[in-house]
């Protein structure tokens, strides 16, 4: 059964800081990986999709790894901003059918 | 816009009671999803349909079942709610090996 499990659960930096948001996975059978943000009271947006034969998705001051072998995925955030303070979700789907199975998430905050 | 929209926003209701919550996609994705975040903000899934078949059901109670007229609706009906019931419902979909879209969550409360 997938697991996934996100570290750190909390972290709290001031802005302009890079920061970084580990992913890991127990089971390397995956199709893709998906980060998300989700603001407090609110849905799930999404953030960046890695399919399992890329290593790697950009999109803006955002970029996210992953290592499906190893079973890792990290979302680097540069230059962080008061605005990115959020829940971070890493989520992978696995064969099939499956759904995504969740982290438990990374809640930022982002110190003005 | 595109998107997946559920209703209502936020469900207040007695013990005991059935309610249901509506799911609808305008994204022409092949499959829907029902998840449940609990109040330590976790997210597992319920269920999941692919042209109108149930493929996943994740040892969810009988008293939860997904209705899907149609590949762009999946709705969700809840028997004889209970405390523990309550909790943000999310649905979603995707297509394929693409990424998934969730709706706004629908907050269930029990009381």
């Known amino acids: 059964k997938q697991e996934v499990t996100q570290i750190p659960a909390a972290l709290s930096v001031p802005e302009g800081e890079n920061l970084v948001l580990n992913c890991s996975f127990t089971?390397?059978?995956?199709?893709?990986l998906q980060w998300f943000r989700q603001d407090p009271g609110k849905g799930l947006t999404s953030l960046l999709l890695?399919?399992?034969?890329?290593r790697e998705q950009t999109s803006g001051r955002l970029n996210a790894s992953l290592d499906k072998s190893s079973g890792r995925s990290t979302l680097y955030i540069a230059a962080s901003q008061p605005g990115d303070s959020a829940t971070y979700l890493c989520a992978v789907k696995g064969g099939g059918a499956d759904g995504l199975t969740f982290g438990k998430g990374t809640h930022l905050i982002i110190q003005p | 816009d595109t998107a997946v929209s559920q209703t209502p926003k936020y469900l207040v209701t007695q013990m005991g009671n059935d309610k249901s919550i509506k799911c609808e996609q305008n994204?022409?994705?092949?499959?829907m999803y029902w998840y449940k975040q609990d109040s330590k903000k976790f997210l597992k899934i319920m269920f999941s349909?692919?042209?109108?078949?149930?493929?996943i059901n994740e040892t969810v109670p009988n008293r939860f079942s997904p209705k899907s007229p149609d590949k762009a609706h999946l709705n969700l009906h809840i028997n004889s709610l209970e405390l523990g019931d309550s909790a943000v419902y999310f649905c979603?979909?995707?297509?394929?090996?693409?990424?998934?879209?969730f709706g706004s969550g629908t907050r269930l409360t029990v009381v």
């Open positions: 994204l022409g994705h092949d499959t």
């Open positions: 089971d390397s059978a995956i199709y893709n």
């Open positions: 979603a979909s995707s297509q394929a090996n693409y990424g998934y879209t």
């Open positions: 890695i399919q399992s034969s890329q």
């Open positions: 349909y692919n042209n109108k078949e149930l493929i």
